[in-house]
C-alpha cells in the first residue's frame, strides 16, 4: 500500500508541473488509516484534484470500469485504487448493517441521492446496497467531493455523478444524470439541501407518483420541505433528519467544534490566539464554531437575531453584536445561519485588509459572493479554495471555498460524528420506505426520540460508557418505559421557519396535502418493521 501511494505522489510531481507545490502544501501526503472492522471507501487525504486532467471536463471523457459499465462520470477512473481503504470508527452504520442485511429491508428501494461524496457516504451507500437498495448517487456541494471515493465508488458499480469543482452548468446536469436514466425510476429521495427535491419537482413532477418519501438532512432544505406542506404542495411524506436530537446536538455541535478549526487552518495556515473573529449565528454550528475558537485564544463576537440563542451567546460568554458594529475590526468573518445575505457588499466592502471571510452554514448564498464579481476587483487564486478578492486601493480579503460551506470544501469532517448522522438517515429511508399505505400523510415528519436514543446507544460501546438503568420504582414515579423513550417527541423541535419557494418549482399536478396542524409530526412506532431496530444492542 505504501508503494502505491509513492507510485501516486510520484506520478503527480512528474505530470502537474508548477500545480504540484500549492497542491503538495494544501494536501500533504496521504497518511495510511488502521485497518477496522468494516469494509469503505477512504481517502487517506483531502481530496486533491490531479492536475494535469483540470483542463477536460469528466462531462467530455469516455470512461469503463472494470466491469465494462459507463453508468457514471467521475474526474478519473483511475482514482479507484487510492479510494479503497478501510474505517473504523461509523460503529452504529456497521451494526446496523450486520443486523439488517439478512432481512433486506430496503430490499425493491430505488434511492436517489444528492448528498457530500465523502469517505462517510461511501459507506452509508454500501450499507445501503447490502441492505437491498440500488442507489444512484450526485454531490450537493461543487467543492466537497473527494474524487478518490467518486471513483472507488463508480468503480464498485454505483452509478455516480461527481467530481470536485464542478460548475453550476455541471452540478445540475449531474443531478439531471441520476434522475433523468431509461428504464430506471427513483422511489425514495435522500437529500442534502433540497436541489435533488427541487429539480424533480420542475422536471419530473410524474415522478411522484411513484416516490415513497423523501429524507431531508439540512436545514435549507427543510425549510422548503415546511414551504411546501404549508402550501399544501408536498407530494409525498418527508421525514426531517436535520432536527433529530442526534443530527443537531452531535453532527451540528461536536462536528463543526473541530471542522472549524481543520479547515482554517489547511487553507490560511493561520494562528488562531488573540484573533477577533465574528460568528453570524449561534445555532448548534455556531455554539460549535464559537467553543473551538474561544478555545484557542481568540475573541469571539457573536451576532444572532433569535433572543433565545443570543442569550445563550452571552451567558456563555460571547460578546453579542450587530455585524456593522465589529466588521472594521474583526480578523475572521464565520457564517453559520442557513440564510441569505448575511454577509453584503457593504460588509465586505468596510473589512480590514486581510480579512478571512468563510461560510459554515449549508446554503453558498449567506455571503453575497456575486457582488465581488465586478471589473473594478480583482481575484487573484493562490492556493485550492483560497481567493484574495483586491479592491482597488490594495486591500484585500481572503475567502474561502467561494462563500460555500468551508469543513467540507477544504478539509474533513470527523467519521465517528458522521456515523450518527448516516445512521438516522438509513432508519429514515428504512422507516418510510417499509411504512403501511396510509400510515404517513403529504406532511414533514421527525425520528421518534425512540430511534435517536438506539442511535446513540450504538455509539455507546467505543466509550466504553455504562448506561444507568432505572429501577421499577424510579420509571413508575418519573412515568417513563425503563427502556425508553426518555425524551417527548417535540424535544428540540423547532417551529417551522419560512423561505420563500419560488412557485415555478413547484408543478400543479401535484396532489393537495393537508397543511400541518405542527410544525413536526412525531413519527409512528415501529412494529411493521421485519426486524426491531429499537432492540438496543447490549
Not at 243 to 252: A, E, H, I, M, Y
Request: aromatic share 8%; charged share 20%; net charge neutral.
Amino acid at each position: 500500500r505504501e508503494e502505491k501511494w509513492e507510485n501516486f505522489w510520484e506520478e503527480r510531481w512528474e505530470n502537474s508541473g508548477d500545480g504540484w507545490t500549492s497542491m503538495a502544501t494544501l494536501c500533504g501526503p496521504p497518511s495510511p488509516f488502521p485497518v477496522g472492522a468494516g469494509a469503505a471507501l477512504l481517502p487517506a487525504a483531502a481530496s486533491c484534484t490531479d492536475s494535469s486532467d483540470d483542463e477536460t471536463s469528466p462531462r467530455d471523457k469516455q470512461q469503463k470500469n472494470s466491469k465494462g459499465s459507463s453508468d457514471f462520470c467521475v474526474k478519473n477512473i483511475k482514482q479507484a485504487e487510492f479510494g479503497l481503504l478501510d474505517v473504523e470508527e461509523m460503529p452504529a452504520l456497521m451494526a446496523l448493517r450486520k443486523r439488517a442485511q439478512g432481512e433486506k429491508p430496503l430490499a425493491g428501494a430505488k434511492i436517489v441521492g444528492c448528498t457530500h461524496i465523502t469517505a462517510q457516504t461511501a459507506v452509508l451507500m454500501e450499507t445501503l446496497g447490502a441492505l437491498g437498495a440500488q442507489c444512484r448517487w450526485a454531490a450537493c456541494n461543487i467543492y466537497s467531493t473527494l474524487n478518490e471515493v467518486a471513483a472507488a465508488l463508480a468503480e464498485s458499480g454505483f452509478p455516480v455523478f461527481a467530481w470536485k469543482g464542478e460548475s453550476e452548468d455541471d452540478f445540475w446536469w449531474c443531478i439531471d444524470r441520476c434522475v433523468n436514466v431509461e428504464g430506471w425510476q427513483p422511489n425514495m429521495i435522500l437529500d442534502d439541501g433540497g436541489d435533488l427535491t427541487h429539480w424533480i419537482y420542475k422536471k419530473y413532477p410524474n415522478m411522484f407518483k411513484k416516490i415513497k418519501g423523501i429524507v431531508e438532512e439540512s436545514v435549507t432544505g427543510v425549510h422548503r420541505l415546511y414551504q411546501l406542506s404549508k402550501a399544501g404542495k408536498l407530494c409525498v411524506p418527508a421525514m426531517n433528519v436535520n432536527d433529530s436530537v442526534t443530527k443537531q446536538k452531535f453532527d451540528n455541535l461536536y462536528c463543526c467544534r473541530e471542522s472549524i478549526l481543520d479547515g482554517l487552518k489547511r487553507t490560511t495556515d493561520m494562528m488562531f490566539g488573540g484573533k477577533q473573529v465574528v460568528v453570524c449565528g449561534y445555532g448548534e454550528v455556531g455554539k460549535g464554531c464559537c467553543a473551538a475558537l474561544k478555545a484557542m485564544g481568540s475573541i469571539v463576537y457573536v451576532t444572532e437575531i433569535d433572543p433565545i440563542c443570543a442569550l445563550q451567546a452571552c451567558m456563555d460568554g460571547f460578546r453579542l453584536v450587530k455585524l456593522n458594529e465589529v466588521i472594521r475590526q474583526v480578523d475572521i468573518v464565520i457564517t453559520c445561519t442557513g440564510n441569505k445575505n448575511v454577509v453584503t457588499r457593504e460588509h465586505l466592502d468596510r473589512m480590514k485588509n486581510s480579512c478571512i471571510v468563510c461560510n459554515m452554514g449549508h446554503s453558498n448564498t449567506e455571503i453575497d459572493v456575486a457582488s465581488l464579481r465586478t471589473p473594478e476587483l480583482t481575484w487573484e487564486r493562490v492556493r485550492s479554495q483560497v481567493d484574495h478578492v483586491i479592491w482597488p486601493d490594495g486591500k484585500r480579503i481572503v475567502l474561502l471555498a467561494e462563500g460555500r460551506l468551508l469543513n467540507l470544501s477544504c478539509s474533513t469532517v470527523p467519521t465517528f460524528v458522521l456515523s450518527i448522522t448516516a445512521t438516522t438517515q438509513a432508519l429514515a429511508l428504512i422507516e418510510l420506505y417499509n411504512a403501511p399505505e396510509g400510515r404517513y400523510k403529504q406532511d414533514v415528519y421527525l425520528l421518534p426520540k425512540k430511534m435517536d436514543e438506539y442511535v446513540a446507544s450504538l455509539h455507546l460501546p467505543t466509550f466504553d460508557a455504562h448506561l444507568t438503568e432505572l429501577t421499577d420504582e424510579q420509571a413508575k414515579y418519573l412515568g417513563l418505559n425503563k427502556n425508553g423513550p426518555f425524551k417527548p417527541n417535540y424535544y428540540r423541535c423547532p417551529p417551522a421557519l419560512t423561505l420563500p419557494v419560488p412557485s415555478s418549482s413547484v408543478p400543479s399536478q401535484c396532489p393537495p396535502s393537508p397543511v400541518p396542524s405542527q410544525p413536526c409530526a412525531p413519527a409512528p412506532a415501529w412494529g411493521h418493521l421485519r426486524f426491531n431496530p429499537t432492540h438496543p444492542l447490549r
